[in-house]
């Protein structure tokens, strides 16, 4: 079936330590990743994407590993600021961008100083 | 460029009655897809958009509608509101394999 779950309701990383959230999908055919960051009273934002032809993509300060063997992926944050406080949402979407994007339920990042 | 545009931004409705949400997709956007988010919860697929007709449909009932228009916008219809359904919903755009932007939601609370 269509899942696609984090593994922590809440995470709390001192600030300027890194961050890494984790997700877990049930959907072996699933070949697109997306991490999306939602903060208070906004939309959720693009943050990085890995298809599943990649098991590592870099962007700036956020690194995502995807696993299939396990069906795993992971958001690292790195030098973790305040204003990464929000809801990360993992999600999967085919490779096509033509299909629904599958949210799981988030794990909301707290920041302390 | 104004990305994507949700109106309104909060809505209060009686139960049984009708609402309709409108979106404005990102400049040269051509498929507008909604979702609906509760409270603590992850976006939740409703529907997609493309040329104007239904693309896809995720698990809601036929009291969930939408429409777009030639100018790619697009409006969401609930019909016979239950409280259930109070909720942010998302309207989310894109453009062939290019990836999705999401508007600020618009807040609906059934009472």
């Known amino acids: 079936g269509e899942s696609v779950g984090l593994h922590l309701p809440t995470l709390s990383v001192q600030e300027g330590d890194n961050s890494i959230i984790n997700c877990a999908y049930s959907?072996?055919?699933?070949?697109?990743f997306i991490w999306y960051k939602q903060e208070s009273g906004k939309g959720p934002q693009f943050i990085i994407d890995?298809?599943?032809?990649?098991d590592k993509r870099q962007g700036q300060r956020v690194t995502v590993l995807l696993n299939k063997t396990v069906k795993h992926l992971s958001l690292q944050i790195a030098a973790t600021q305040p204003g990464d406080s929000a809801v990360y949402f993992c999600a999967e979407n085919s490779v096509n961008r033509d299909d629904k994007i599958i949210f799981g339920k988030g794990t909301r990042l707290h920041i302390l100083p | 460029d104004a990305g994507v545009t949700q109106s309104p931004t909060h809505l209060i409705k009686t139960r049984g009655q009708q609402v309709t949400l409108r979106c404005s997709p990102k400049?040269?956007?051509?498929?507008v897809s909604w979702y609906q988010q509760a409270l603590g919860q992850g976006p939740q697929f409703i529907f997609q958009y493309y040329e104007e007709e239904e693309r896809q449909r995720g698990n809601f009932p036929d009291r969930f509608s939408g429409h777009q228009f030639p100018n790619y916008s697009s409006e969401l219809n609930v019909n016979a509101l239950l409280l259930g359904d109070s909720a942010l919903y998302l309207c989310a755009s894109s453009f062939g394999t290019l990836e999705a932007f999401f508007g600020q939601g618009t807040r609906l609370t059934v009472v």
């Open positions: 890995i298809r599943s032809n990649m």
């Open positions: 959907n072996s055919a699933s070949d697109y």
């Open positions: 400049s040269g956007h051509d498929t």
